[in-house]
């Protein structure tokens, strides 16, 4: 049963520390989004990559936040250093971009990675 | 913007009754999404209709869209305990170079048995 795994599932951590988040995308996706859940904010899409290639980051505090894809089975968001303000769940999805069109379809969730930043 | 927003924010209903969520958008969209969310969980795909589409049906589920009101309702009927979750809408834009999926807010539907 294909699914997108994400590890860790909860982590706690001290301010100043890096933490990192991995995401195993489905075999054969070609797009990745990385989101970020709070109560507050809702869903908030951090970065997107298509074919591995990085098209939006804008939705990252570009001086703490990175997120690469070293190969097509692993996405990983980076916070370093981490801050309070950063405890939330960081979801990974994938999906199948057949064309270069802006037309997505079914995006497929893990199930999250619970950071919690004292 | 072009995040969806989700009306209600929150909803109780009885085991039976029939369920309707709307959803409102603010830009030109290729395809209109609504997952759900059971506490704790990722989110889950449901169903996904087309700019060019009015309705979709899958099972228990209805989804309308107008895009002339940039508006769409997803309809559950015949609601479970187990329908009880967080839906949300997500769109993508026909503005943006590439697929943005944005999603709105959410509504929290609770079936009590």
């Known amino acids: 049963d294909a699914r997108v795994t994400q590890t860790p599932r909860h982590k706690v951590t001290e301010m100043g520390q890096e933490v990192t988040m991995r995401c195993q995308p489905i075999?054969?996706?070609?797009?990745v989004f990385w989101y970020r859940q709070t109560m507050m904010q809702g869903l908030e899409l951090l970065a997107y990559?298509?074919?591995?290639?990085?098209?939006?980051d804008s939705g990252m505090p570009k001086d703490r936040f990175s997120a690469e894809m070293p190969d097509a089975t692993l996405a990983t968001l980076k916070i370093q250093p981490s801050e309070p303000r950063d405890s939330a769940v960081y979801f990974c999805?994938?999906?199948?971009?057949?064309?270069?069109?802006?037309?997505?379809?079914?995006?497929?969730f893990g199930e999250g990675s619970r950071l919690t930043v004292l | 913007s072009q995040q969806g927003e989700e009306d209600p924010q929150a909803l109780s209903i009885q085991e039976g009754e029939n369920a309707t969520m709307n959803c409102s958008y603010k830009?030109?969209?290729?395809?209109l999404q609504w997952y759900r969310q059971n506490s704790g969980r990722g989110l889950v795909h449901l169903i996904l209709?087309?700019?060019?589409?009015r309705e979709k049906h899958s099972g228990r589920l209805r989804v309308t869209l107008d895009t002339s009101k940039k508006s769409s309702s997803l309809l559950i009927t015949a609601s479970r305990a187990a329908d009880t979750a967080s839906y949300f809408c997500?769109?993508?834009?026909?503005?943006?170079?590439?697929?943005?999926?944005?999603f709105g807010p959410g509504t929290s539907l609770s079936v009590i048995p």
């Open positions: 209709i087309r700019s060019n589409e």
């Open positions: 997500a769109t993508d834009s026909m503005r943006a170079s590439y697929d943005k999926v944005i």
């Open positions: 830009t030109s969209i290729n395809n």
């Open positions: 075999l054969g996706h070609n797009t």
């Open positions: 990559f298509r074919n591995r290639a990085p098209l939006d």
């Open positions: 999805a994938s999906g199948l971009n057949r064309n270069r069109e802006s037309d997505t379809g079914e995006l497929f």
